[in-house]
């Protein structure tokens, strides 16, 4: 009799409950309209809401739109991107990213590389000459073959 109570505790603690469990977050709004969420509750200061946030299990029911689509919203043919930040490699990116990565790849040079662009491509040169300005890296296969590299005095590869 001893083993029926405890398989049926075992069952009941595996089984999973039906009941919806929702949290509760507080929205918080400053005087600025500056907007928190927290569990913890707001600041005397700021104005609170309390805010119902259920997440429901996948597969639990209805699906629940992540976002409500409008008519008649779509961005004009004439709308134009603008880059706010661009990240700079020094050298005018003449350069794209995947010229750059494909380049790297084939052990390729292409006017406007960097330095390390260089050396991740055909790596460490074996040597190193400067003359006006100008700085210089020299590598040779073991064929007895051997490749310049010229750089600008921002340390881009100049155009041939």
Same mark, same amino acid.
């Not at 259920?54 to 991107?81: C, E, F």
């Not at 662009?117 to 051997?146: C, M």
């Given at each position: 009799?001893?083993? *029926? %109570?405890?398989?049926? *505790?075992?069952?009941?603690?595996?089984?999973?409950?039906?009941?919806?469990?929702?949290?509760?977050?507080?929205?918080?709004?400053?005087?600025?309209?500056?907007?928190?969420f927290t569990r913890h509750g707001c600041p005397s200061e700021q104005q609170?809401?309390?805010?119902?946030?259920?997440? %429901?299990? %996948?597969?639990?029911?209805?699906?629940?739109? *992540?976002?409500?689509? !409008?008519?008649?919203?779509?961005p004009s043919a004439a709308a134009q991107v603008v880059v706010v930040g661009? /990240?700079?490699?020094?050298?005018?990116?003449?350069?794209?990213?995947?010229?750059?990565?494909?380049?790297?790849?084939? /052990?390729?040079?292409?006017?406007?590389?960097?330095?390390?662009?260089?050396?991740?491509? *055909?790596?460490?040169?074996?040597?190193? !000459?400067?003359?006006?300005?100008?700085?210089?890296?020299h590598y040779r296969d073991q064929r007895g073959n051997s490749q310049q590299?010229?750089?600008?005095?921002?340390?881009?590869?100049?155009?041939?």
């Amino acid at each position: 009799m001893r083993g *029926l %109570p405890y398989a049926a *505790l075992c069952a009941a603690l595996l089984y999973p409950s039906h009941a919806p469990f929702a949290a509760g977050v507080f929205r918080c709004e400053d005087g600025n309209g500056h907007i928190t969420f927290t569990r913890h509750g707001c600041p005397s200061e700021q104005q609170a809401q309390l805010q119902s946030a259920h997440n %429901p299990t %996948p597969g639990s029911g209805k699906a629940v739109p *992540l976002a409500k689509p !409008t008519s008649g919203t779509r961005p004009s043919a004439a709308a134009q991107v603008v880059v706010v930040g661009q /990240q700079d490699d020094g050298c005018g990116n003449r350069v794209t990213g995947n010229e750059r990565r494909q380049a790297i790849i084939r /052990q390729e040079i292409r006017s406007g590389m960097t330095r390390a662009d260089v050396e991740s491509s *055909l790596g460490k040169p074996d040597k190193i !000459t400067r003359r006006n300005g100008e700085q210089r890296y020299h590598y040779r296969d073991q064929r007895g073959n051997s490749q310049q590299v010229s750089f600008d005095e921002a340390g881009c590869v100049k155009g041939k």
